[in-house]
């Protein structure tokens, strides 16, 4: 790729990235700061947000257990759906790399259609599914494998299914890219050198795609740990999320700077988290991977 | 009996032949090369033996046993991927001891036949490296080394050079080759380098279309190609279209543009409509009024590459090729009018293809 001297390049780089950060300063960054002064001001029942400074709003959701619980739900929630994901994701996208033409299109397209649904019609679907009068809950009884309905509409089960399944395709299309990079080659040299179609897969691919998998859980759990809808609609009211907990501070109790103390404390552990993780990766493949 | 015996392999996909009825026989300590165009089945070849690929028809005998069916990891044997395919993830080390751990060789002994085989291929000293570490004629020599550190009975390459540059390639011709006669192992190359062939290989398979269409040393199939395919494929050659007028004990008299060249047809029944050839080297350059000159002609394009020279002359028999060896005195310059002379014994005749079953 051509590059430019750096005297000759002069203000064009800033001139050409200059709507795109102007954009992400407007719309990302300004909220964002907003949203961490509002997390410092003082709320009063009687009188709302008011103009004075405290660390009260995040000694409150660090010591108060019931805080606790919420974001230890959140964090089981993301671990349970990121390893379902690699589960279901990886073996699958192994399946659909080897397909043949018209059905490796087709096939794609189903994994990936989730994505292309509103999140509201899909969790309505997930409803019909799970419910108690539901289709699978139905059928488990019609087939006597059950005498009465098994509960999996607001609970954490519930959510966890609906999560998996939209967020499957980031882990397929992740691991997919490594896939390609694969050199088809490398499977039959470990063959020839004695080992067998299993040992080769655990020896030889699954090492090579494991940055991709990595990547793809990277997206996976940052996206079921701040998952909103899917959490309101099919966990309910009750089976609170930390961004469900924080949409109610907003809008239910009109606590403004409660809520803006949980959402900046989720984004931080998320930052920390996948930061930590894509570190761990870089610094374990950097000698592998250019 | 041979070593690797191919009897009646063919490769078909659908309706698409790949390979068409193979029957080829490798013995111990062979080094044989399978030569041919892209699409010739070269590779399918070799990817049959190494147990890649199923044959359509027919069985493959290695040592007297039938491996037609059996699976690859437990065929033994080496093979170098044109692409390397070495396992990134993995040390030199581990690259060139995988086949050793596969087969639970203990660490200690491990690493002794790894060093050896680093030694083989004077990659020592570099097995803590990690593939993209190294350039891209070390990273060739870790796939031969890993290939030779199971001390396998066959080695099968799979257009090993084609990713280096010229100069490395023909070092590393030269020390494959030296190699493999020290180890003394039984070699197939799969190349579409008639250079790389011919320099390597106690014999060549000239493949065309999915059959054999020549099995020779390379010494025979460059001075007596057997087809007009493997004629043309080998080297440079001027193809000259005639007409057989008579055929006596020895000779064949051929009627090329209006002159009757004498040709030595080596028992070989041809008739009617022919192809004469002869090597551009094998043409010399005479001055006009020398007896002896078989044609006369200009020289319409000459080129100088070091070694030698390269001369086009239209002449009445039609375009010649001729290489001249730089003997340090320069050949008559592009219009001169020069005369080209040849011995009888330097040409040769095959019937034109597709006209008398011959191809």
Known sequence: MATLDPERAGAAPWLLS???????????????????????????????????????????????????????????????????????????????????????????LVVLGPLLISVVVRTLGWQILLGNNGVLNNALQALHITSEPIRLVFTMTGVVIALTHVLVPFMVMSVWATLQKLDPQVEWAGRSMGASPFRVFRRVVLPQILPGVLSGSIIVFALSASAFATPALIGGRRLKVVATAAYDEFLGTLNWPLGATIAVLLLIANVAIVLGCSRLAERRFKHIFD | MSFLTLKGISKRYGDFTAIEQIDLDVERGEFLSLLGPSGCGKTTTLQMVAGFVTPSTGTILLDGRDITHERPEKRGMGVVFQSYALFPHMTVNGNVGFGLEMRNMKRAARAE?????????????????????????????????????????????????????????????????????????????????????????????????????????????????????????????????????????????????????????????????????????????????TAGVRATGRITTRVFTGNQWLLLIDTGLGQLSVAQPNNGAPPPDEGAEVGVAWSDDDLRVLQKEGNHGNA
Not at chain 2, 141 to 155: K, T
Request: proline share 5%; with cysteine; glycine share 6%.
């Open chain 1, 18 to 108: 200059a709507p795109a950060l102007l954009l992400f300063g407007s719309l990302l960054l300004v909220p964002l700061l907003l949203t961490l002064v509002l997390s410092f001001h003082v709320f009063s029942d009687s009188q709302g947000t008011l103009a004075t400074y405290t660390l009260r709003n995040y000694l409150e959701v660090i010591t108060d257990p019931y805080y606790g619980a919420i974001f230890a739900r959140t964090a089981g929630m993301a671990f349970t759906v990121t390893f379902l994901c690699i589960l279901l994701g990886v073996p699958e996208t192994i399946v659909l790399a080897r397909m043949k033409r018209p059905w490796q299109s087709i096939c794609l």
């Open chain 2, 113 to 289: 036949r790894v060093a050896e085989a680093l030694d083989l291929v004077r990659l020592n000293g570099l097995g803590g490296r990690y593939p993209k570490e190294l350039s891209g004629g070390q990273r060739q020599r870790v796939a031969i080394a890993r290939a030779l550190a199971m001390r396998p009975e066959l080695l099968l390459l799979d257009e090993p050079m084609s990713n280096l540059d010229a100069k490395l390639r023909e070092e590393m011709h030269i020390e494959l080759r030296s190699i493999q006669k020290r180890l003394g192992i039984t070699t197939i190359l799969v190349t579409h380098d008639q250079v790389e062939a011919m320099t390597m290989s106690d014999r060549i398979a000239v493949m065309h279309r999915g059959t054999i269409a020549q099995l020779s040393t390379p010494f025979e199939a460059y001075e007596r190609p057997e087809t007009p395919f493997a004629s043309a494929f080998l080297g440079k050659t001027n193809l000259l279209p005639g007409a057989v007028l008579q055929r006596n004990a020895r000779c064949a008299e051929v009627n090329v543009a209006g002159t009757t060249l004498k040709v030595p047809h080596e028992g070989r029944h041809v008739q009617g409509e022919v192809n004469v050839y002869i090597r551009p080297e094998k043409v010399h350059l005479a001055a006009v009024d």
